[in-house]
């Protein structure tokens, strides 16, 4: 776990001030942690009767389509509003400032699925909960969710699991 946290970069101050920024991309550029990422996750979940990975724009693309791979699962992605081409569901949820909306195509999940969600960090947790309720109103299943980077400060983890949901995260950061 120490060798994904210091592949890990923070810029202080991106992308406003007081935003402690956990930058990923010096962690996708290290193949030996990158495969600690994916050995650890693949393991955690290979025997839970998954159907689907769903990975969230951008960085849950990323270690989703890989995790999706090695389990020789389909891959379903989680776009900002306006990407995705054919029919697709929207949910809206609340930001520091102003809101968001993401999109799931429509036939992309149905109710004999069982999920699991992906980004790289979980935070106020507003971004997988949207997450979680767009999988759910397709009829789908959320089995689990899966983060990288946990920021315990603001209670994402803890709200998730709060509605019965199986968070996995593979390390910790202090503050925002
Ligand atoms: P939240 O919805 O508050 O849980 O925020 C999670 C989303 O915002 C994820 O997609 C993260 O990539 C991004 N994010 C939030 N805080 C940070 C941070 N300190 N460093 C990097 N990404 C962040």
Redesign the pocket.
């Known amino acids: 776990m120490n060798k994904i946290k210091n592949a890990i970069r923070t810029i202080p101050n991106f992308p406003i001030d007081g ?5 990923v991309t010096t962690l996708y550029s290290n193949s030996e942690a990158m495969k600690e990422v994916i050995k650890l996750t693949c393991d955690y979940w290979r025997n839970e009767g998954l159907t689907s990975i769903a990975g ?1 724009e951008a ?2 693309f990323i270690t989703g389509s890989i995790i999706a791979n090695q389990l020789s699962l389909p891959f379903v992605p989680i776009r900002k509003k306006g990407k995705l081409p054919h029919d697709t569901l929207s949910q809206e949820y609340e930001l520091e400032y102003g809101k968001a909306t993401i999109e799931i195509h429509s036939d992309a999940l149905n109710s004999n699925d069982k999920v699991l969600i992906v ?10 909960l949207a997450s979680i309720e767009l999988v759910k109103k397709l009829g789908a299943n959320v089995n689990g969710c899966t983060f990288i980077i946990d ?1 315990p400060e ?1 209670k ?1 983890k803890e709200k998730i699991e709060e509605i019965g949901i199986k968070v996995q995260t593979l390390c910790s950061f202090e503050g ?1």
């Open positions: 935003i402690m920024f956990r930058d969230i960085r849950g980004d790289d960090l979980i935070a106020t947790g507003g971004t997988a920021l603001l994402g925002h």
